[in-house]
Nanobody
Framework: ELRLVESGGGSVQSGDSLVLSCEVS????????IQWFREAPGKEREGVAV???????YYMDSLKGRFIVSRHVGKNELSLQINSLRPDDTGIYYC????????????????????WGAGTQVTVSS
C-alpha cells in the first residue's frame, strides 16, 4: 500500500522560506504523479503544484515563482519549497498521489488522487 508522509511545516514569519517534504513508501515515487494541496482555514483544499512522473511541473498561476516542487529520486520523496511566505499561505499542506503510472496533465482536483498524506501545518505570521 502506497503511503505518503508530509513533514517540514511550522510557524514562520512573513517573508521566510520553508521546505516541505513528502516521503513516499510502499512504492516508487517515480511511478506516480504527485500533487501538493493547501487547505487554508475555512477554505476548500486547492492544488498548488504538481510533479509529473517525468518531473514536469505545473503550478497554480498565482504561485508561480514562489513555489517550487522537486523530486528527489534517491530518497523516494518530493519537496515543496515556498519562498517569500505570506500570511495567506497559512494552511495544512498535503501531498497526494494519483493511480500507478497515470499522468496528471496539469493540476487536478482532489477526486483524481487515490493516496493522501495526513498533512503538515504551515502558519505564517505578519
Amino acid at each position: 500500500e502506497l503511503r505518503l508522509v508530509e513533514s517540514g511545516g511550522g510557524s514562520v514569519q512573513s517573508g521566510d522560506s520553508l521546505v516541505l517534504s513528502c516521503e513516499v513508501s510502499g512504492g516508487a515515487a517515480a511511478d506516480y504523479c504527485i500533487q501538493w494541496f493547501r487547505e487554508a482555514p475555512g477554505k476548500e483544499r486547492e492544488g498548488v503544484a504538481v510533479s509529473e512522473r517525468n518531473d514536469k511541473q505545473y503550478y497554480m498561476d498565482s504561485l508561480k515563482g514562489r513555489f517550487i516542487v522537486s523530486r528527489h529520486v534517491g530518497k523516494n520523496e518530493l519537496s515543496l519549497q515556498i519562498n517569500s511566505l505570506r500570511p495567506d499561505d497559512t494552511g495544512i499542506y498535503y501531498c497526494a498521489a494519483g493511480a500507478w503510472r497515470q499522468s496528471c496533465g496539469g493540476l487536478k482536483s482532489r477526486t483524481f488522487f487515490t493516496h493522501w498524506g495526513a498533512g503538515t501545518q504551515v502558519t505564517v505570521s505578519s
